[in-house]
């Protein structure tokens, strides 16, 4: 059972790498801090009670799942908002306006993203996952630890339980194997 002081230190040290994460997904600083305050406190109410050396992957799991629920949400706001949209301005004229010829996407953003494109790079990140998964056990916790979850490799071999030489050791093999794996279905990075 991790102490209050555990916790505390376990958020200390994870809030700017959480926070990077967060803004690397929804690209909005002010949503990725209330994302990453959000996923602390259900880590602190839920699973306070829970070993200090479980909570990393406890703490990334509940991130991802708030992350989600962010663009759950959105999705969510943005068909309301565009339902909504067609109702105002005048009425003369408005009966053939359509919000989708009328919309703009941003340069860069997933909505300026074509439809091929986008199955293109879903494929490509599900092919990565699958490789990602191939991998032994240790190769793909250090992998993930070290490259998703942005921990340096004196942390990862703490959480591991093993020495920093093995981390970088379990991590080459990863990133050799998964370069190799995805060079041989025409990935590259």
């Not at 990453?36 to 070993?51: F, H, N, R, S």
């Not at 703490?158 to 990935?187: D, F, W, Y």
Request: negative net charge.
């Amino acid at each position: 059972m991790a102490t209050d002081k555990e916790l505390s230190d376990f958020l200390e040290n994870v809030e700017r790498r959480a926070f990077k994460q967060a803004v690397y997904a929804v690209r909005k600083d002010e949503a990725a801090l209330d994302i990453v305050q959000d996923a602390m406190i259900k880590l602190a109410e839920k699973y306070g009670d829970k070993p200090a050396d479980e909570l990393p992957m406890l703490f990334q799991r509940i991130l991802q799942n708030t992350i989600h629920d962010f663009f759950r949400r959105e999705k969510v706001r943005n068909t309301w908002v565009s339902l909504f949209s067609s109702f105002g301005g005048d009425s003369e004229g408005q009966e053939d306006f359509d919000v989708l010829e009328s919309f703009e996407a941003q340069d860069g953003s997933e909505a300026a993203e074509s439809s091929a494109d986008k199955v293109e790079r879903e494929q490509t990140l599900m092919l990565i996952d699958a490789e990602i998964q191939k991998l032994p056990t240790r190769q793909r916790e250090a992998f993930l630890m070290r490259y998703w979850q942005d921990m340096d490799v004196a942390e990862t071999a703490a959480a591991m339980g093993c020495s920093e030489g093995s981390v970088k050791t379990h991590c080459s093999r990863a990133t050799h194997a998964l370069a190799q794996a995805l060079r041989a279905k025409g990935i590259t990075l």
